[in-house]
Nanobody, 126 residues
Framework: VHVEESGGGEVQAGDSLRLSCAASGGDFSAHAMGWFRQAPGKGREWLAGISRHGWTKRYADSVRGRFTISRDNAKNELSLQMDSLKPEDTAVYFC????????????????????WGQGTQVTVSS
């Protein structure tokens, strides 16, 4: 499946931002989905994962309680609601899809995902 992120931008600390990931070219509901980010000079960081039908969600400690992952299979769309943003959240954000997975599984390793978007930049200033 092809995925493409949108919704990035420049915000102030404490602001909110909602990222979207549009999927096409495949059965979106057959994929577990995830959000990752990569800050300048750092490795890729897993943020959140959601199962095929949205029944199971998991979060990294760094974003739990501030970020919310969701999906709308009817619209082939994945979202990441980001609240209480901090300067350390500045990064390029990626969505990713994992195919051929059980219905209730989520994944937190990059190699478990086969399809990646190009990323969207989020910049949080203090």
């Amino acid at each position: 499946v092809h995925v493409e992120e949108s919704g990035g931008g420049e915000v102030q600390a404490g602001d909110s931002l909602r990222l979207s990931c549009a999927a096409s070219g495949g059965d979106f509901s057959a994929h577990a989905m995830g959000w990752f980010r990569q800050a300048p000079g750092k490795g890729r960081e897993w943020l959140a994962g959601i199962s095929r039908h949205g029944w199971t969600k998991r979060y990294a400690d760094s974003v739990r309680g501030r970020f919310t992952i969701s999906r709308d299979n009817a619209k082939n769309e994945l979202s990441l609601q980001m609240d209480s943003l901090k300067p350390e959240d500045t990064a390029v954000y990626f969505c990713a899809a994992a195919r051929n997975v059980p219905q209730d599984s989520t994944y937190d390793r990059g190699y478990e995902y086969q399809d990646w978007g190009q990323g969207t930049q989020v910049t949080v200033s203090s």
